[in-house]
């Protein structure tokens, strides 16, 4: 089955300053989806990737796929607390056509004012 | 409605017990799916609804869980003589269907802990 390893498990970083987080998947990606998680709401989405090169940017982050690499990073600019939550990257199983995705352990992202 | 709703959005039961979780998904999507979060582990996910009938089932992690879905909307899943390690959130989300179909809305969630 599909695995996919994120890092930092979690971070800290001062207001304004750049953030990257990684997800690395065990096998090849057919499709790679951000969602961003607080504390008692349910996952939001965030981008979603299905091109080995390609990148997409909303406000102030932006998401890679390395398709070579089976990785994606998910690059915050200018941080701010609002950023703050948990960062899941999921990944649709080979061949499927509906949402079955597998995810990631998520990473923990605190900004400090 | 406007989001996935579900409900209870907290259930606190007995080991041994029969719990009840209810989503109402995004009026007009035809994809339903249940997802579990246990602490300190990733989402799993568990059975995805195709209007009312379950082609994908393969995540429910006993014969004590099951799902259903009626008029294409509401779904209830159940989980049967509650164990311990049944404690979780459990995630429901809807897709519509074309390019958007792998794309989950999420609801808030269900947390239930089992004592």
């Not at chain 1, 599909?2 to 998947?25: A, D, H, R, Y």
């Not at chain 2, 393969?58 to 049944?86: H, K, N, W, Y």
């Not at chain 2, 074309?98 to 794309?103: F, Q, T």
């Amino acid at each position: 089955s599909q695995e996919l390893e994120q890092s930092p498990q979690s971070l800290i970083v001062q207001e304004g300053k750049n953030l990257t987080i990684n997800c690395t998947s065990s096998k090849t990606l057919y499709g790679l989806y951000w969602y961003k998680q607080k504390y008692g709401e349910g996952l939001i989405f965030l981008m979603m990737l299905q091109k080995g090169g390609e990148e997409k940017s909303h406000e102030k982050i932006t998401a890679k796929l390395d398709e070579k690499k089976q990785q994606s990073s998910l690059h915050i600019t200018a941080s701010q607390p609002s950023h703050a939550g948990i960062y899941l990257c999921g990944a649709a199983a080979g061949g499927t056509s509906y949402g079955k995705l597998t995810f990631g352990q998520g990473t923990i992202l605190t900004v400090h004012p | 409605g406007a989001g996935v709703s579900q409900s209870p959005s907290n259930k606190v039961t007995e080991k041994g017990k029969d719990v009840e979780l209810r989503c109402d998904p995004i009026s007009g999507h035809t994809a339903l799916y249940w997802y579990r979060q246990r602490l300190g582990q990733g989402l799993e996910f568990l059975i995805y609804f195709q209007g009312n009938s379950a082609p994908d089932k393969s995540g429910l992690p006993s014969d004590r869980f099951s799902a259903e879905r009626t008029g294409e909307s509401v779904s209830t899943l159940t989980i049967q003589r509650t164990q311990q390690e049944d404690s979780a959130v459990y995630l429901c989300a809807s897709s519509s269907q074309g390019s958007g179909a792998n794309v989950l809305t999420f609801g808030a969630g269900s947390r239930l802990t089992v004592l």
